[in-house]
């Protein structure tokens, strides 16, 4: 299949770039490259430079390209951010997106698999989350995919597109095969930043949170491996022939590991000892967040295969130790 990869020079899109390279599928990618980066790209895969809400220049690349699919992992992904500007973060995750939603149509394209995300949920108040957890997002970041998730319910129910909305818990690590990992200015996430600590480019990091409800104080999260995030968009695009399917999954392994297990396995991992500072709780975080991966494994036939944090620190460790200045190294 031909499929145009939107955000495909991010990090989760290019790993999903890589696995469709791998055919039998076609990858064509559009990234703007405020945050992505074309050193990301596997050689001679055709790249266009644009807004994803250029509807003009993304139809006639979905003509040109004779595209079938479209994944779309370009949007804005800083939580603390959207809550500062959210108008940047309904600009791009929400206005954008109708726009290459409505290029898609213009152009006869009705195949859409969409990176949602756990942040739909809020704070849940029942574990694992499922499906069918009440989503009550708590950011603008986690209401703008919500957003998408909704206007993509109606545009189905009109039998107008056929899609898969992926709901990501938190993405880590880096690819086992191909040079690539995760390259964010500013970093926030935790694991890149301890990586960072153990290669002695930070002086320490900060734990935010250490009177949380849970075995040690700090959050549990569920850390999916983004190679088995690409995989799961693979085996995706199979589930689109029907117009009208509509198919919200999580991808999760059921497994919540805390801030603090997570310092530990970089220090054993590494051999280095990592510094660290107690911090106040960072606003908006749920104490726990973990998910029930059987529909993911059921209408997919997806089950994680790198995703125990071992395997996710070892991968990323070996990134950021050979990229220590990401894909400028
Ligand atoms: N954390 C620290 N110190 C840091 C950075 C993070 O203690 O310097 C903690 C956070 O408080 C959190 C955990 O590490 O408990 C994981 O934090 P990340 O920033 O790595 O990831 P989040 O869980 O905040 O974010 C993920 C996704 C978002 C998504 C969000 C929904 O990356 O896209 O889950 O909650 F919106």
Known sequence: MNVLVVGGAGYIGSHCVHALAEGPHRPVVVDNLVYGHKAALPQGIPFYNNNL????????????????AVMHFGAYAYVGESVEDPLKYYINNVAETLYL????????????IFSSSCATYGTPDQLPITEETPQKPINPY??????????????ATQKQLSFVALRYFNAAGASLKHPIG??????????PLVCEVALGKRPHVSIFGT?????????????????DLATAHILALDHLNTPGTQLFINLSTG????????????????????????????????????????????ILNWQPKHSDLGSIIQSAWSWHAQHPNGFHS
């Open 255 to 298: 497994k919540p590991y805390s801030v603090r297990e997570v310092i530990q396995t970089v220090e054993s991992v590494s051999s280095k000892r990592v510094t660290t500072l107690e911090a106040p709780r960072r606003p908006g975080d749920p104490a726990t967040l973990y998910a029930d991966p059987t529909r993911a494994k059921q």
């Open 53 to 68: 809400g250029n509807k003009n220049a993304i139809s006639s690349i979905l003509q040109k390209e004779s595209i079938e």
């Open 142 to 155: 986690g209401q703008t995919k919500l957003d998408i998730e909704q206007a993509l319910k109606a545009l």
């Open 101 to 112: 939603l409505e290029a898609m149509q213009a152009s006869g394209v009705t195949k859409f």
């Open 211 to 227: 009177d949380y409800p849970t075995p040690d104080g700090t959050c549990l999260r569920d850390y999916v491996h983004v190679d």
């Open 182 to 191: 995760e390259d964010h200015t500013p970093e926030t996430h935790l694991i």
